[in-house]
């Protein structure tokens, strides 16, 4: 029996993975380093920026200070997906964030749709991260559950393979991330087009 339901945030809850594109291959720009291509940062997504800034960029000595500053731009007016503010409110169940994204930029882009979750796991409360099942680990004993019986939505296969190494329930809500045959090629069967499936497929567990 289910008994919580936790979420991605980037591409998940916000309609943010373009922004994300256009964030690294802003930086690149900027520093006169190769620009990557959306496909390159799309198997970036769900890391933290440390991870990603270091794939991308190496230690440039500037690529973190450029990030933090495009990032403010590339990030303002975010929107939730669609239906996704009346799909949060008719789940009836505890409900928490697992993201890779800072705290304050996590707290910033939910704006008030933060007040319909229990808890938000952010990299700074975790020494490993996805896909890891540490913040899986950490929000299921935030919200007094076991991650057996828990539901984890995310847009990319490594919301997958952190789900699958947490023992939790997922998923996969094929979006901007992760394709619906990139799920479906490890064998998931509970994937939406749309943040209102969600509802159904939660049934399903």
Avoid: W
Avoid at 49 to 56: I, K, P, T
Avoid at 64 to 85: C, G, M, S, W
Avoid at 99 to 117: M, Q, V
């Amino acid at each position: 029996m289910t008994k919580a339901v936790l979420f991605d945030l980037d591409g998940t809850i916000i309609d943010s993975n373009e922004a994300i594109f256009k964030t690294y291959q802003e930086v690149a720009r900027q520093i006169d380093n190769p620009i990557p291509s959306d496909d390159d940062v799309r198997k970036l997504l769900g890391q933290p920026s440390q991870y990603n800034l270091n794939h991308l960029f190496g230690d440039h000595p500037k690529a973190r200070d450029v990030y933090n500053k495009v990032v403010k731009i590339t990030h303002e007016n975010l929107q939730p997906l669609p239906n996704a503010r009346k799909t949060l409110m008719d789940i009836k169940l505890p409900k928490g964030i697992v993201t890779s994204k800072r705290s304050d930029n996590a707290k910033e882009i939910l704006g008030d749709l933060i007040e319909l979750f229990d808890v938000i796991v952010t990299p700074e409360q975790t020494t490993l991260q996805k896909p890891n099942p540490e913040p899986i680990y950490l929000a299921c004993e935030k919200l007094h559950v076991s991650s057996s019986e828990t539901v984890y939505v995310g847009d990319t296969t490594r919301d997958y393979q952190t789900a699958l190494n947490a023992g939790t329930g997922f998923i996969g809500l094929a979006h901007k991330g992760s394709t619906y045959s990139d799920f479906e090629s490890m064998g998931l069967k509970t994937i939406a087009n749309s943040f209102e499936e969600i509802l159904e497929l939660l049934e399903t567990f």
